[in-house]
């Protein structure tokens, strides 16, 4: 059963005609205690039918600990798109957590786009900086599907990671892991958290994210 309408397929294949080179992306599943996973790889398996420079592999997560390891991978369903073709392909810090659906979806069509265009939208001053940056930093972005405000800030700190690869931002679906949401203290949404230690609430603009970089 197909979750996008046919107007939604055709206004996404159309944004996907926009795209200079490919995207491959690995979603990490587990055939149980999931309920989501089933229903993001069929979002992902969708946009690949729809963009030709988009392809996508399902890994399980439990019998592929190695993989996973790699890429951070400790809860699912996770997608990681990375820049190229699955047999070349780099890696460029962008993480999802939980399905993106509803508002989220654009979300993920914003990576792919931004992956394969190679264009971010930030400014000179921010791209500086960022490029420069000589520290680790783990941005994570709370949201819910029923968020219209959440996608500015995820696809801000996915646009910051692509910067260097010493930043990684994750979206994070709240309601599908309620103990980290109550860790970071998560009472509403968009929520970013900086390395453990910061968080700002809201779509913040991207001057007031890079200040709390900078105190990391």
């Known amino acids: 059963m197909a979750l996008m309408d046919d107007d939604t397929k055709s206004k996404v294949k159309e944004s996907l005609l926009e795209m200079d080179g490919p995207v491959h992306m690995m979603v990490f599943t587990e055939k149980e205690n999931c309920s989501t996973c089933a229903d993001t790889k069929l979002i992902v398996d969708e946009l690949s039918q729809l963009g030709d420079k988009i392809s996508f592999e399902e890994i399980d997560a439990g019998s592929n600990k190695e993989t996973a390891e790699r890429y951070g991978v400790d809860k699912v369903p996770a997608i990681i798109p990375f820049k190229g073709t699955k047999e070349d392909n780099t890696y460029m810090g962008v993480r999802f957590f939980g399905i993106p659906a509803g ?114």
Not at 134 to 143: G, I, P, S
């Open 103 to 216: 508002y989220e979806f654009t979300s993920l069509l914003d990576s792919i786009l931004t992956i394969s265009i190679g264009t971010v939208g930030l400014s000179d001053d921010a791209q500086e900086y960022l490029k420069g940056l000589d520290k680790d930093v783990h941005l994570q972005v709370f949201v819910t599907p029923t968020c219209p405000y959440c996608p500015r800030a995820v696809v801000l700190a996915h646009h910051m990671a692509m910067m260097n690869d010493r930043i990684t931002a994750d979206m994070v679906e709240a309601q599908e892991f309620p103990e980290l949401s109550q860790r970071y203290k998560v009472m509403g949404v968009p929520r970013t958290v900086i390395n453990d230690d910061h968080h700002q609430e809201g779509a913040a603009p991207e001057n007031l994210i890079i200040d709390l970089i900078k105190k990391v």
